[in-house]
């Protein structure tokens, strides 16, 4: 009989585990499939976000005397607590959390370590505009009990798994194990995720150039030079079109299917970018390389960074790999 047509992402992480991890527990696959229900959870919440007005205001009681918390708290919130008492994890750290997130005293810890930038570009919320949620996940550096900041401190080039949730014109969950990166798309008629986008490689030409303009004259003079390059069109294959939203996982899931470069680089303001190297840079970085691309903070390969800070910032150059690594060249003074 021939399979049928539908391939929820249980059923794709089910297979994948017995073909390439043939003696895994399990808990892998299950801690992935959680991380893809809190992000169902997250998409109920964040199609109503418009309605807030007549449920509540964010911050106040909405009409049943119900408090309404802020949409990235609530995210922050649902994550955490799909997590927390698996036996899975032994540590968690957010973007929206100052210290490292412990697993409580009365649940038991396991072995990977999960980091998550719980709604990303929440200022677009208000204007309907496409957020996301970003996650990373890795096997603990310390022997046994609550996972510690060592855990956490890993170099991306240690995770196992990372992906990202993107609340747009539909709900999409885009994650790789190190098999390639594919796409799931959220069917709401039955809250399943459903493979849409097998084995997405970004395309040969990048199209799109990403980055926030305004801060032209913030940026060092290679930088600089590198945007007005590809905006003269003298780069190969370089980039014919400029898009930018403010959301990293909308200008990156754009620029992963249609080809091009994103880059938020230092300024003057911001003097190791904006992005955190752990929510936000490693877990692109990891898809973008698996999807056949290549991320750098202009001088470093991403994901060979080892963080000091669990909140530390990096500049961030990402997409189509012989984009990056012009910009790489500029930023030596090789161009
Ligand atoms: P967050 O909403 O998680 O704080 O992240 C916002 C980030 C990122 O999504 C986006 O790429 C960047 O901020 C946009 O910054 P600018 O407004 O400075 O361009
Ligand atoms: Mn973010
Ligand atoms: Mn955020």
Request: no cysteine; charged share 25%; aromatic share 10%.
């Given at each position: 009989m021939k399979p049928h047509g539908i391939i929820t992402l249980s059923r794709f992480m089910l297979e994948e585990r017995r073909r390439v991890r043939k003696d895994a527990s399990g808990a892998f696959t299950e801690l992935l499939l959680e991380v893809a229900f809190a992000a169902k959870v997250v998409a109920r919440e964040v199609n109503k976000a418009g309605l807030v007005e007549i449920l509540g205001l964010e911050g106040g009681e909405n009409i049943h005397g119900e408090d309404v918390t802020k949409l990235d708290v609530y995210a922050n919130n649902v994550f955490y607590n799909a997590l927390d008492h698996m036996g899975l994890l032994c540590v968690m750290?957010?973007?929206?959390?100052?210290?490292?997130?412990?697993?409580?005293?009365?649940?038991?810890?396991?072995?990977?370590?999960?980091?998550?930038?719980?709604?990303?570009?929440?200022?677009?919320?208000?204007?309907?505009?496409?957020?996301?949620?970003?996650?990373?996940?890795?096997?603990?550096v310390t022997a046994r009990g609550k996972g510690t900041v060592e855990d956490l401190l890993q170099p991306g080039n240690r995770i196992l798994a990372a992906g990202y949730v993107i609340y747009g014109s539909s709900t999409m969950f885009v994650c790789s194990t190190g098999q390639g990166v594919h796409g799931f798309t959220l069917d709401p008629g039955i809250g399943e995720f459903i493979l849409s986008h097998q084995d997405i490689q970004v395309p040969e030409k990048a199209k799109v150039y990403s980055v926030n303009e305004v801060y032209y004259d913030k940026w060092d003079e290679p930088v600089r030079k590198f945007v007005d390059h590809i905006k003269s069109g003298a780069a190969d294959s370089g980039p014919s079109t400029a898009r930018y939203i403010g959301s990293l996982v909308a200008d990156f899931h754009r620029n992963l299917?249609?080809?091009?470069?994103?880059?938020?680089?230092?300024?003057?303001?911001?003097?190791?970018?904006?992005?955190?190297?752990?929510?936000?840079?490693?877990?692109?970085?990891?898809?973008?390389?698996?999807?056949?691309?290549?991320?750098?903070?202009?001088?470093?390969?991403?994901?060979?960074?080892?963080?000091?800070?669990?909140?530390?910032?990096?500049?961030?150059?990402?997409?189509?790999?012989?984009?990056?690594?012009?910009?790489?060249?500029?930023?030596?003074?090789?161009?």
């Open positions: 750290a957010s973007e929206e959390n100052d210290e490292l997130i412990e697993i409580p005293d009365r649940f038991p810890v396991g072995d990977y370590v999960l980091v998550f930038d719980p709604l990303d570009g929440s200022s677009n919320i208000d204007a309907n505009v496409s957020i996301g949620t970003i996650f990373a996940i890795y096997r603990r299917l249609y080809g091009g470069i994103f880059l938020y680089p230092a300024d003057t303001k911001n003097k190791n970018g904006k992005l955190r190297l752990l929510y936000e840079a490693n877990p692109m970085a990891y898809v973008i390389e698996q999807a056949g691309g290549y991320a750098s903070d202009g001088h470093t390969r991403i994901l060979d960074k080892t963080p000091t800070d669990i909140h530390e910032r990096t500049p961030l150059f990402i997409g189509n790999r012989n984009m990056v690594e012009l910009a790489e060249k500029f930023i030596a003074g090789e161009m």
